[in-house]
């Protein structure tokens, strides 16, 4: 054993402390921007199906009321014929499918 096995190891090196660390390079960057992209494509397609649901609500809507006018039109005996006793329950027949 020599004098040389009896001293100590040489401390480790700390760690950077975060004000110390590196500027961000291009790649960084450009890894931001990339995930901003994602993040902006998404809330756009979220916003895109958003508007198609509430424009397919409005035209089944539409063809709701367009067929509870039409069924309106019809007198007493067309509608006691197609089993609709009440005027009432038209509208409930369109928007439920039973009376």
């Not at 590196?22 to 998404?42: E, G, K, Q, T």
């Not at 397919?56 to 067309?78: K, M, N, P, T």
Request: hydrophobic share 45%; aromatic share 4%; net charge positive.
């Amino acid at each position: 054993m020599t004098f040389d096995d009896l001293t100590p190891a040489a401390p480790r090196p700390l760690r950077t402390p975060p004000s110390f660390r590196r500027p961000p390079d291009v790649l960084d960057i450009l890894a931001l921007r990339s995930r901003r992209r994602l993040w902006v494509s998404a809330a756009l397609r979220a916003a895109g199906a958003a508007l198609l649901s509430l424009l397919r609500a409005l035209r089944r809507e539409g063809a709701r009321r367009r067929s509870i006018a039409q069924i309106g039109r019809l007198d007493r005996r067309h509608l006691r014929d197609i089993g609709i006793e009440d005027r009432g329950a038209i509208e409930a027949l369109v928007r439920e499918g039973r009376i």
